[in-house]
C-alpha cells in the first residue's frame, strides 16, 4: 500500500514563493506518473501539475510560468515549486498517484494573504 506525505505548506505573502514535497513509500515511484492537485474552499479538487516516469510534465493553465513540478527518484520525492503566488492560489495541496490503484496523500495548506 503507498503511503504520500505532503510537507512545505505555510502562510505566504502575494508574490512569494514556496516548494511543496511529496514523499512516497510503498510503491515503485519511479515507475509512477505523480500529480499535485489543489481545493480552496466551496471548490472541486483541481489538477495542478503532473510527472510522468520519463519527466514529461502537464500544467493547469492557472499556473503555468509560475510552478514547476519535478521528482527525485533517489528520495522517492516530488516537488512542486510555487512561484509568483497569488491570493487564487490558496488551496490545500495534495499528491496524488496517477496509476490504478490511486494514493492520495493527506493535504498540506498553502495561504497566499498579506
Known amino acids: 500500500q503507498g503511503q504520500l506525505v505532503e510537507s512545505g505548506g505555510d502562510l505566504v505573502q502575494p508574490g512569494g514563493s514556496l516548494r511543496l514535497s511529496c514523499t512516497v513509500s510503498?510503491?515503485?515511484?519511479?515507475?509512477?506518473?505523480m500529480g499535485w492537485y489543489r481545493q480552496a474552499p466551496g471548490k472541486q479538487r483541481e489538477l495542478v501539475a503532473s510527472?510522468?516516469?520519463?519527466?514529461?510534465?502537464n500544467y493547469a493553465d492557472s499556473v503555468k510560468g509560475r510552478f514547476t513540478i519535478s521528482r527525485d527518484n533517489a528520495k522517492n520525492t516530488v516537488y512542486l515549486q510555487m512561484n509568483s503566488l497569488k491570493p487564487e492560489d490558496t488551496a490545500v495541496y495534495y499528491c496524488?498517484?496517477?496509476?490504478?490503484?490511486?494514493?492520495w496523500g493527506q493535504g498540506t495548506q498553502v495561504t497566499v494573504s498579506s
Open positions: 496524488k498517484r496517477e496509476s490504478w490503484p490511486p494514493y
Open positions: 510503498g510503491i515503485t515511484f519511479r515507475r509512477n506518473t
Open positions: 510527472i510522468t516516469s520519463g519527466d514529461s510534465t
